[in-house]
T-cell receptor
């Protein structure tokens, strides 16, 4: 079974530019999550999709961040325009179970550096 | 007070010894607890979850939960150099169980 795949693994962009991160969850997993870890801080929740619907987007920092999951398969997270404080590692995760009781599988992350 | 707290380490343990990792949480109503292991540059990997007070064993790993004291720990017996990693404690948010709240992680180094 293929795991959660994220692309790109690294991205370096200038402040003010746009970046789009992609996540392919494990096939058949309806639940898809985005998390972020900024330097020196803990991993923090951004949002949760159930299929193509946003179940919880309470962690999205501001309206410069836009997540989509058209068709309920892969998801994209766009940052426009990027700011320096957006630098960090963006993780995607997926699960089959919606209860959250069994944890989920993470991708290896996209390391975003805004200069 | 942070919702989930861990000592960031680094924690150094000699090979073959027991490594003890601790985590405290603030929400008394929390019901489930997760331990993830993350190697440098890799994805967090779920290694244990526990719901009930007491101990849960899986191979060399034992998770211990004490809800009255609001702490959960992870013991690694017969530590191996391959256990060197950052260990993350995570607790589902009370307002959305699918949303995990993570501690900062403890960096563990097993010395040969």
């Amino acid at each position: 079974e293929a795991g959660v795949t994220q692309f790109p693994s690294h991205s370096v962009i200038e402040k003010g530019q746009t970046v789009t991160l992609r996540c392919d969850p494990i096939s058949g997993h309806d639940n898809l999550y985005w998390y972020r870890r900024v330097m020196g801080k803990e991993i923090k929740f951004l949002l949760h999709f159930v299929k193509e619907s946003k179940q919880d987007e309470s962690g999205m920092p501001n309206n410069r961040f836009l997540a989509e999951r058209t068709g309920g398969t892969y998801s994209t997270l766009k940052v426009q325009p990027a700011e320096l404080e957006d630098s960090g590692v963006y993780f995607c995760a997926s699960s089959q179970d919606i209860s959250g009781l069994y944890g989920y599988t993470f991708g290896s992350g996209t390391r975003l550096t805004v200069v | 007070q942070k919702e989930v707290e861990q000592n960031s380490g680094p924690l150094s343990v000699p090979e073959g010894a027991i490594a003890s990792l601790n985590c405290t949480y603030s929400d008394r109503g929390s019901q489930s607890f997760f331990w993830y292991r993350q190697y440098s540059g890799k994805s967090p990997e779920l290694i244990m979850f526990i719901y009930s007070n007491g101990d849960k064993e899986d191979g060399r790993f034992t998770a211990q939960l004490n809800k009255a004291s609001q702490y959960v720990s992870l013991l690694i017996r017969d530590s191996q150099p391959s256990d060197s990693a950052t260990y993350l404690c995570a607790v589902p948010h009370l307002q959305g169980a699918q949303k995990l709240v993570f501690g900062q992680g403890t960096r563990l180094t097993i010395n040969p």
